[in-house]
């Protein structure tokens, strides 16, 4: 019995000393990764002709803006904001004042409509969506040319 428990305490203090070196010292390094991301959007169907409209009046675009994200694989967040013509100002319908709202939807009728500086719409790579839009004119001006709002698509 003592041959056998010298064994024991043989084999458990050669397997201590296994452990012991399997159990060395330990490091950590850290490994840094930037994604080196490029921004791109391309825009078509412009420009939007909403033609001749009364005063008060509301006229959706007859077709939409196409946005595709064709950046460098990352999604994309879309954002909007106008810049007004000569003589008018954006805001609620009023003298000199008109509103334009826009909704991403395939069709111009299933989603809600936003204004400019509530737009924060994402693109995934690659994906084309169809931006639409809704102005509502002045309710009195007396500025019957043709007028420009620019509508500025920005990516990021």
Known sequence: MKKFLGII???????SNVVAVQAGPQGIVDILVTIDKEISIEIGGGPINLGRIGIGETKV???????KNNGSGANEIITLSVTDPAG???GEPGTNQYKATFQFSEDG???????????????????????????KAPTSTDITTEQTIRLTISAE
């Open 88 to 90: 008018w100002t954006f």
């Open 61 to 67: 675009s007859a077709t939409p803006i196409t946005i």
């Open 109 to 135: 009728l299933s989603g809600v409509w936003k204004v400019p500086s509530e737009v924060s719409e994402s693109i995934s790579y690659n994906e084309t969506k169809k931006l639409w839009v809704n102005f």
């Open 9 to 15: 305490a043989v084999t458990v203090i050669v397997l």
